[in-house]
């Protein structure tokens, strides 16, 4: 990937490829002329420029409505992969990131560091991993590194990322192991998680079950939270012919008997379905924030529009001042 882009070019690329305004990435933030020159600067809006927002709550127009607080947004680093790929690469993703606003991330692997080493230099920067993905363990003593990597980090969750199958007893044993681990998990301090994907609405397990419902009515919801990602619950909807996604999205939210601590805030492109930068898509956030809150809001787009970087400063600029 390129660095020492051009800002806010890239960004007004992106939104014309995505048929979008800069006023509708924004969602009526007063922004304008001062965020298209901290992203060109390469920065984005410093965290203090937030604390108003800290309790998620102001007004509007004489509308009390809810905005998300700055400290509960995150970022995936999967977003950055294609950025990370040296030990250079690494620290300069993770210092822009603090320059951009950023307090928490959301961990896939630790980049050829220990996890003290890695925590030691998000500390440095002002970021705590507050979270992670990590697949199911292989056995006893790689869940015992899992979780003690995870509680070094200062972390306060744990996902299972991904998994897939046909069979039905896959997703029984995966739903039963889960819970094991997370009885394990909360010893270590920790909340465990799982993220879904859009398979796991529409696979026929059968006699017409999902994967989704199997594992809702197997996991316990003392143990195991969710981790909702909203383009896959969005798709999912779609791909099971849902007269509106969006309420499909907030369906599934609310139907689980876990509880969902944490959003993966990801967009779709109108037209070609494809994931894309936050605010220039169909995903009606307000609308699924407005049903229902989180504990961390994480931007995420496995395939950034213009460059990984872009991505972030869009996507933390997005979240920042949104209203809903």
């Known amino acids: 990937m390129c660095f020492g882009f051009d800002g806010d070019r890239a960004v007004r690329d992106s939104l014309d490829q995505k048929g979008a305004s800069r006023r509708s990435l924004f969602r009526g933030a007063a922004v304008g002329a001062a965020g298209a020159a901290l992203l060109s600067t ?4 410093p965290a203090d420029a937030s604390s108003a927002r800290k309790h998620g709550n102001h007004g509007n127009h004489g509308k009390r409505k809810r905005s998300v607080p700055h400290d509960e947004i995150s970022i995936q680093l999967y977003t950055l992969r294609d950025a990370m790929t040296t030990s250079d690469g690494v620290d300069l993703v993770l210092g822009r990131l603090a320059q951009y606003g950023y307090e928490k991330v959301e961990l896939a692997g630790l980049y050829g560091r220990t996890a003290g080493a890695m925590a030691a230099q998000l500390k440095g920067l ?12 292989a056995d006893s003593a790689a869940l015992h590194t899992k979780l003690e990597n995870a509680r070094i980090l200062g972390q306060k969750y744990v996902n299972v990322p991904y998994l897939n199958s046909n069979s039905l007893s896959d997703w029984q044993s995966w739903a039963d192991q889960m819970n094991a681990e997370a009885a394990v998990a909360k010893r270590y301090g920790l909340r465990y998680g799982y993220h879904n994907h859009a398979h796991e609405f529409t696979i026929d397990l059968g006699g017409g079950l999902t994967p989704w419902e199997v594992l809702t009515s197997r996991l316990d919801p003392r143990l195991v939270h969710l981790e909702v990602d909203l383009y896959w619950a969005y798709t999912g909807g779609v791909n099971t012919g849902a007269a509106d996604p969006n309420r499909f999205a907030i369906e599934v939210i609310r139907e689980a008997p ?21 605010g220039t898509g169909i995903v009606d956030f307000p609308r699924i924030f407005r049903a229902h809150q989180v504990e961390e809001y994480i931007v995420e787009n496995d395939t950034p529009d213009v460059t990984p970087l872009t991505t972030a400063a869009v996507g933390h600029l997005y979240l920042d001042h949104i209203e809903y």
């Open 42 to 45: 390469g920065l984005a809006a």
């Open 126 to 137: 002002g970021i705590r991993a507050s979270s992670s993905h990590d697949g199911i363990s």
């Open 258 to 278: 876990q509880r969902v601590r944490q959003f993966h805030v990801k967009d779709r492109d109108a037209t070609s379905g494809d994931m894309c930068d936050l």
